[in-house]
């Protein structure tokens, strides 16, 4: 099916848009090939999922495949609060799951508009409103409404959909795929006036509003504005360096300077985060690094959201854990604890429900989140369980449910950086370093497992995923090593910045040689060298832990390697040799 796929995929025009599209992972196939089927209105629901806690929503589709158990569940109204059963068991088979691009798209009167129109959730008033908005290249098709919630909260929120639409499912040659359409069986000139009609004559700005209200902007000398009133104590605070704006040129400016840098949200508004210390001192010499290069970077004071920046020295007796749990499994619950700890999930501990805040192999930051649950007025506790063998079943992460390394296996947590509305660098002809990271990290897990050794992902998908939530996922499947995949960048007027930099920060360095000397061998990569860098995945993570960047998508000759399938399989391929290397 893969292989006719592709066929039809260079048949369709897609020759006409950038060359990012042409390697672009989605196959998008012309639209009169496929069919749709209904799907019972109780075997599928849509739902608003929280991310960068209740920042923003993604569209999430929930299905019933089988009745072996239940997928999710609703409770009440106003809104209707979704819980989605299938992150707490491996729901193959039984539940489907869809969350981008590649899982769902739109379609009208009998044609794919997947190309032209994006599903999105926005934030309108006091409603989740799932939208479907024209591609950049369609600007005068208008934006349709398809659903809303009837309320807000941050949680799973169910989304109704509006008159006309429903949820059906792609067919082709008679074959039923796992593909979702929001299908709407009117012509589209119909469709786009009922929208219309049901929009408010003034529609409240999106959140990311192109006009942002300034940022608290520090008098110089006094680096420190206080947006809110963040808690006073210092043992609670981080120190968060921001250049305000969220174009991918910014960002790629921030990274020149501070590798790491990604686009997030402060008070609503899109901001590059260069880095975030518990040190009010390396904030300042961030902050004055960003300012030199002519950046007019902030720093802004935070909640810590867990865990010192500086890795704690760990001798971890190997076997023990500490659990930090909530008991309950209300949705209320989940979202209160969410609240102080956004990864966190519900789950079960001796047959009960309990909401898990985080999991630690070190004692002191176990009791450091337990406090700030305590001090948001929470029943939390710390369970001590040896191994995996008395912790609960797999205790999946909401985003990647990997069983936890048994003691003496070896599981290689694989990184793709960025992904979702967080492109990464954005090379020549469009090249995204999302794009280029999914597809040499699907592949580096494919060929470790191809070679016999267990291999998990922080992301399976074009989602935006935190960098707190990626170390969580390795902590909790207890990683032997941790390897994230980047591209680089620099700048478009500077092709001639070229090559191959693998990053550690602690314990990683033998990893990081081995990984950057078999890229080496294998490619015509130039050599950048290993280096040390304070990257937070790096910092945070308790196994060696690396960083690659494979290449720079502002140059000549990596972008045009970038462009190549073979090539990106020939770097993914030579990480994996370099990572079995090292662990022999
Ligand atoms: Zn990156």
């Avoid at 998008?28 to 929280?50: K, L, M, N, T």
């Avoid at 309108?124 to 309320?151: C, F, I, N």
């Avoid at 409240?204 to 008098?219: A, N």
Wanted: glycine letters at 8%; hydrophobic letters at 35%.
């Amino acid at each position: 099916m893969k292989s006719l796929l592709r066929q039809l995929t260079t048949l369709s025009a897609i020759a006409a848009t950038t060359c990012s599209a042409a390697i672009a992972l989605p196959l998008q196939v012309s639209a009169a090939q496929f069919g749709q089927q209904p799907i019972a209105d109780d075997r599928i629901v849509a739902v608003a999922e929280p991310v960068n806690n209740g920042r923003f929503y993604n569209l999430l589709i929930i299905e019933q495949l089988s009745s072996a158990r239940r997928c999710w569940q609703e409770q009440g109204n106003n809104p209707t609060i979704v819980n989605p059963l299938l992150l707490t068991f491996d729901f193959s088979g039984i539940c489907g799951r869809s969350s981008d691009s590649n899982g769902y798209s739109v379609r009208v009167n009998g044609e794919d508009l997947g190309s032209r129109y994006r599903l999105r959730v926005e934030q309108q008033g006091d409603s989740l409103v799932l939208v479907a908005s024209p591609s950049p290249l369609q600007r005068g098709l208008p934006k349709l409404e398809l659903g809303r919630s009837t309320g807000v909260v941050n949680d799973f929120v169910k989304l109704e959909l509006d008159a006309g639409w429903t949820l059906t499912r792609r067919v082709f040659n008679g074959q039923t795929l796992g593909h979702i359409y929001l299908t709407n069986n009117q012509p589209l000139d119909t469709v786009i006036a009922a929208s219309g009609a049901r929009q408010p004559t003034s529609p409240r700005p999106p959140i990311s509003s192109p006009t942002p209200r300034p940022l608290p902007t520090p008098p110089s000398g006094n680096p420190l504005p206080r947006p809110g009133s963040p808690p006073r104590n210092n043992d609670n605070i981080d120190y968060q360096v921001i250049v305000p704006g969220g174009s991918a040129l910014l960002r790629s400016r921030v990274n020149s300077v501070e590798p790491g840098a990604f686009r997030t949200t402060v008070n609503g508004q899109s901001v590059i985060q260069a880095g975030r210390f518990r040190e009010q001192s390396r904030a300042n010499e961030l902050r004055q690094r960003l300012v030199q290069a002519g950046l007019s970077a902030q720093i802004v004071e935070v909640a810590q959201v867990n865990s010192p920046t500086t890795p704690t020295p760990s001798t971890p007796s190997a076997n023990v854990i500490y659990q930090v749990i909530v008991p309950g499994g209300s949705a209320l619950l989940r979202s209160r604890v969410n609240s102080v700890e956004p990864g966190a999930f519900r789950t079960t501990v001796n047959g009960q429900s309990v909401i898990q805040a985080g999991r630690f192999r070190e004692q002191p930051r176990a009791n450091q989140l337990q406090t700030r649950l305590q001090n948001a007025g929470l029943d939390a506790r710390i369970v001590q369980t040896t191994g995996t063998a008395a912790s609960p079943p797999s205790s999946p992460s909401p985003r990647l449910p990997t069983p936890a390394a048994r003691q003496g296996e070896v599981l290689i947590m694989i990184d793709p950086g960025h992904g979702g509305r967080d492109p990464g660098a954005v090379g020549r002809n469009g090249l995204l370093e999302k794009e280029i990271n999914i597809f040499i990290a699907r592949r580096l897990q494919s060929t470790l497992e191809q070679r016999g050794y267990r291999a998990a992902l922080t992301r399976t998908q074009d989602v935006e995923v935190d960098l707190q939530p990626r170390v969580d996922i390795a902590e909790r499947a207890n990683a032997t090593i941790f390897v994230s995949i980047h591209a680089n960048a620099i700048s478009l007027s500077r092709p001639e910045v070229n090559g191959l930099e693998t990053y550690y920060f602690s314990t990683g360095r033998n990893l990081a040689r081995a990984i950057h000397s078999s890229v080496l061998r294998s490619t015509d990569l130039r050599d950048r060298g290993v280096r040390q860098a304070r990257f937070y995945v790096l910092r945070n993570t308790s196994m060696p832990a690396v960083l690659v960047e494979t290449g720079f998508v502002t140059g000549r000759e990596d972008a045009t390697r970038f462009q190549s399938t073979a090539a990106r399989e020939q770097i993914a391929d030579a990480i994996a040799q370099g990572i079995i290397d090292y662990l022999r």
